[in-house]
């Protein structure tokens, strides 16, 4: 067997093809030659990629910077013999690393996932004999046999086909069933275009057909796909970008403070072990313990926020991942589209009407344009109506959950469109029974049914099918009054036009009265005498919902960009319906470009085309993949939005992949990090305006915990510089930032979003998590704490006779109550705490009063008073403690409303 190009079966003869395999039309291969293949090419299934194996993908977890800091505390403490506080820390990492590691494990079974798709059975030709297999035994040059209700087992070439017709959504994003036939193609043409090409895992809508084993396994267009995903590389998130930078300086920043403090001191003479301890002090005071535990719960409040608007995230760094979008790349059938084609324009007579209504529910009206009259008055129009739903093979059935429809797509919208006018299926179907049809065939492109209309009465013939093949034959048209006319010169072509120029399919209808004694038709009765009665136009309409979340994004600074498969002017029309451009977009102003313009781009064409177009036709899996690549080039944050198999590697590559939950397939939900349980685009919307609302509390936790911990480190430097004792011990280092962490700073993850989130622009990654403005207020809180604690640890040393433990207990409650105080200021970085309203986060008023109890036992109980070393406290030392706090929170306050007057 001669080894051919890949993907040019569709460019060559079927003989040409038949050869190159060795094969033979109507025997087939023999069970020598399958046996020999097999061998050779292998089972007719994905290769599973060899991935690291769990224990080493459960080791990387714990390699991020800030795991690597809180590892480090573990050991400290240790030292310290302080195995509680250890076990504590430990549990923080270990607890971070499995939720880590299961996210993980869900994202690698997307190329299960396809593999499962592949999973069926085939009926081949071997040896002459029909047989049913096992869709896995198939090799390249077997003669299959497919037949309505099939799964396509592998890439074929068609032989030979009757009214074939395949599902291709999930593959191309084609919205409706394509027809298939033996016809030679030009070698460049697209997958959604190749006509004599059926792949594997599309489905059989109607028809029969016979074709040859092409590709099988990973050489087919699936498995080129499975090959993307596995290639696909899986981004860090702004996050997890900003959270390894950040831990990293700070890693760098903890180390060197520790050693110079050891330093000084060793420089000092003083004693080489205290000078260890205070060191050891420094770094558990400024190693912030709880910011990975309030990463986690922040993005899992996130999540659960999120599933209450219908999103389900996978990968918890997605949560943040959405507040950074700044472009949203979305597939079009079933995203931004209803996924039900739907009947909108309707010429009959000559006088045109609008359906309202979108999808197979049949609710809406059909209403005049212009000077057409009363719908009820237009023979032409029920006539018309009249012949869409009696020539048709389509049922609509209403189920619990809504109007379900069963057959082509395009017959349904046909349906639905006569039911909105007061037509019942049933009912004219049993006053104008069938009695002869002939099906629709792609030679004559037509379908033609045959009517008793009672006795005495003569039978009708009705026809639908393409405008060149039914206008050919139709001299005369049925006039609204009734009767037939001569239409005017091009005026059938000018209707046509005007709905194609709105992405509309156009089917095209006439009938004519036969004997009444006919019970069969024939094509010659089809070509002679027929009466046009009008046109239906249909589309697979846009989401009224998915209009004004596209509006939404935008006014966010989000731009959303269309990738479909489908084709060019379907694409320009719907993406003009929804906003994404003027009303000049289409393929000819080149706003909308198509998959045949993006494989002559080289890497450095493409990266600027996609950056300035907003919407993409006829488009390959390859080349989704490619768009999203070449955004991300120019540093974008993408989301890319999808259903299909086709769309999985893109949503896999993207910064965030967004799969549908209802119409998605199982390989585009596992290659995701967001699903859409209700398949609405105005969902990501709302996720996005989460995802904004998460990294803004995400901010708002390490603004209010790095002068913690800042603070605690400075204060311990300053005791070594001065010579002095620690204000604070690591002991009760630990216990500030273990139990503030979780009771105070923690709920901030609960604040709710402030207004005008959506009208800012999204985040610029960057941009460093902690801006200038923070930076200064951060140092500046750090500072304040510190002359608070050591003034007045050193000020209650002169006034209580050396009390050391008294001194301490008063440093330890300035830091606690100032970082109450300060709690408060974070809860918006601009604006004052009165703003949001003093009570619309009650957590946070359940975790102060928490706190302020855990204060009173570590002063006043015997048992906290031998752990920490702290000793009861007066109301002089509370009266400070309550003056520091007062005093840091109006000054940061005050530096809060200067900025805004800077502004």
């Known amino acids: 067997m001669r080894t051919l190009p890949e993907k040019t079966w569709h ?10 395999f060795q094969s033979n039309e109507t025997d087939g291969l023999s069970e020598q030659t399958v046996a020999e293949r097999s061998e050779r090419f292998g089972f007719n299934e994905l290769t599973r990629t060899k991935g690291q194996g769990p224990l080493i993908r459960f080791l990387l977890q714990f390699k991020q910077p800030l795991v690597i800091i809180l590892l480090a505390a573990v050991l400290i403490t240790l030292l310290l013999a302080e195995y509680v506080d250890a076990g504590v820390i430990f549990a923080v990492i270990l607890v971070n690393a499995v939720i880590g590691f299961i996210q993980e494990s869900k994202a690698m079974k997307a190329i299960e996932a396809l593999s499962k798709a592949m999973t069926s059975e085939t009926t081949v030709i071997r040896d002459g004999q029909k047989q049913r297999i096992a869709s896995r035994l198939l090799v390249p040059g077997d003669i299959v046999l497919l037949q309505s209700g099939d799964k396509v087992p592998a890439d074929m070439r068609l032989i030979q086909s009757r009214e074939l017709q395949i599902d291709e959504s999930a593959l191309t994003g084609e919205s409706v069933p ?6 030679l193609l030009e070698a460049d043409m697209v997958i959604g275009d190749r006509r004599n090409m059926t792949y594997s895992s599309t489905l059989v809508t109607y028809g029969s057909g016979r074709g040859i084993v092409v590709a099988t396994g990973d050489r087919t267009e699936i498995g080129h796909i499975n090959q993307l995903i596995a290639a696909a590389d899986v981004l860090d998130t702004p996050l997890t970008k900003k959270i390894h930078h950040f831990s990293t300086i700070l890693l760098y920043a903890i180390m060197a403070m520790a050693i110079l403090t ?7 003479g003083q004693n080489l072990v205290e000078m260890f301890m205070a060191s050891v002090a420094l770094a558990v005071g400024a190693i912030p313990e709880g910011l990975p535990a309030a990463i986690t719960i922040t993005l899992a409040i996130g999540v659960s926020r999120m599933a209450k608007r219908h999103a389900i995230i996978r990968k918890l760094p997605a949560v943040e991942t959405l507040g950074s979008t700044m472009i949203i790349c979305s597939d079009k059938t079933g995203t931004l589209t209803q996924n039900q084609m739907t009947v909108q324009d309707i010429v009959a007579g000559g006088p045109r009407y609008k359906v309202s209504g979108i999808g197979y529910a049949p609710d809406g009206d059909v209403t005049p344009t212009g000077d057409a ?22 049922s609509l059935k209403r189920t619990d959950d809504g109007w379900r429809m069963e057959g082509d797509p395009t017959e349904g919208a046909l349906i639905v469109s006569a039911m909105k006018a007061g037509y019942d299926p049933d009912q004219l179907a ?18 033609a049914t045959l009517h008793d209309q009672g006795e005495g009465k003569p039978r009708m013939l009705y026809v639908k099918g393409s405008i060149e093949s039914i206008c050919v034959e139709c001299a005369t048209i049925l006039r609204p009054d009734g009767k037939p006319d001569i239409p005017e010169p091009n005026a059938i072509t000018q209707w046509v036009e005007s709905m194609a120029d709105k992405g509309l399919r156009v089917l095209a209808f006439a009938q004519k009265e036969m004997p009444p004694d006919t019970t069969r038709i024939t094509h010659t009765d089809v070509e002679e005498g027929i009466l046009f009665i009008g046109l239906q136009g249909m589309i697979d309409p846009p989401r009224a919902e998915a209009v004004e979340a596209v509006a939404a994004c935008q006014a966010a600074g989000i731009r959303v960009k269309m990738i479909t498969g489908d084709h060019a002017v379907t694409a320009g029309a719907i993406a003009r319906q929804i906003g994404l451009c003027g009303e000049t977009c289409s393929y000819h102003t080149r706003e909308v470009l198509t ?18 177009t907003a919407v993409f036709a006829r488009v390959s899996p390859e080349q989704k993949l490619r768009l999203v690549e070449a955004l991300q080039k120019k540093d974008y944050v993408v989301a ?4 299909g198999v086709n769309d999985a590697p893109a949503l896999r590559q993207a910064d965030i992949g967004v799969a549908m939950g209802i119409a998605g397939t199982e390989v585009s939900k596992e290659a995701a990090d967001m699903v859409l349980t209700d398949d609405n685009f105005a969902t990501i919307k709302a996720a996005v305006e989460e995802g904004r609302g998460v990294f803004d509390n995400l901010i708002k936790f390490i603004t209010w915990t790095l002068p913690t911990n800042g603070g605690e480190g400075l204060v311990i430097l300053l005791s070594i510089l001065l010579g002095t004792r620690l204000p604070i011990l690591p002991l009760q280092i630990l216990w500030i930032n273990m139990t503030t962490a979780l009771l105070l700073g923690l709920m901030l993850a609960f604040e709710p979003k402030e207004e005008g989130i959506m009208l800012r622009p999204p985040r610029d990654p960057s941009m460093p998590i902690l801006t200038r403005p923070l930076i200064t207020r951060i140092v500046m809180v750090s500072l304040l704490l510190v002359i608070c604690a050591f003034g007045l640890f050193k000020l209650e040393l002169m006034l209580m006779n050396d009390n050391e433990a008294l001194a301490r207990t008063l440093a330890v409650n300035v830091f606690v109550f100032g970082e109450m105080f300060y709690l408060f200021n974070c809860r918006s970085i601009t604006h004052p705490v009165w703003a949001l309203g003093f009570f619309s986060n009650p957590p946070l008023w359940g975790g102060v009063a ?19 070393q702290s000793a009861p406290m007066g109301l002089p030392e509370w009266g400070m403690v309550l003056a520091s706090g007062l005093m840091i929170y109006s000054v940061v306050e005050v530096e809060k409303w200067i900025r805004r007057r800077m502004a």
């Open 11 to 20: 460019s060559l003869a079927v003989n040409a093809v038949v050869s190159a």
């Open 262 to 268: 050891f330093v000084i001191g060793f420089l000092r």
């Open 640 to 643: 890319m939005t999808g259903d």
């Open 373 to 394: 009259g009363d719908p009820a008055d237009n023979v032409a129009l029920a006539s018309l109506l009249k012949a869409g739903l009696l020539c048709n093979d389509a």
């Open 178 to 183: 394509v027809q298939k036939e033996d016809v």
């Open 595 to 612: 998959g045949k313009d993006i494989a002559e781009f080289d890497e450095s064409q493409l990266t600027e085309t996609a950056d300035i």
């Open 430 to 447: 049993s006053e104008m029974p069938r009695l002869d049809t002939i099906p629709f065939e792609s030679a004559r492109q037509y379908m």
């Open 850 to 868: 928490i706190m302020t109890v855990l204060q009173l036992m570590y002063t006043y109980l015997p048992v906290f008073n031998t752990v920490f």
